[in-house]
């Protein structure tokens, strides 16, 4: 019996439209459920130091208790010079008094 390719094609179409349909209804396959999450993962956990405590100047402008001053409007003694690592600096300024 010999077919000829026009009337195979419907045939091969309409075999091919059926199984992709039965292939689309089929159901996925079972997955295993989700590990429950770790309540503790974003925890951010306490600092090891406490930080320091800064109380502010006695007075308006004065600096609080954890700065360094390097110039308090008298001398350059808080500065370290850059070459040898020595206090004072010496600078091409002067401090007026």
Do not use: C, Y
């Not at 000829?4 to 094609?9: I, N, V």
């Not at 974003?42 to 100047?57: C, I, L, M, S």
């Not at 308090?72 to 070459?83: A, H, P």
């Amino acid at each position: 019996m010999s077919t000829s390719p026009s009337r195979l094609l419907p045939v091969l179409a309409a075999v091919l439209v059926s199984s992709s349909l039965a292939l689309a209804q089929q159901s996925a396959p079972a997955q295993a459920p989700a590990p429950a999450p770790d309540p503790h993962a974003n925890e951010v956990p306490p600092p090891k130091n406490p930080p320091r405590v800064v109380t502010p100047g006695p007075s308006v402008g004065a600096p609080p208790s954890d700065a360094i001053v390097l110039f308090d409007g008298k001398d350059l003694s808080n500065w370290v010079s850059e070459k040898d690592g020595k206090s004072p600096a010496p600078g091409p300024w002067r401090t007026a008094r």
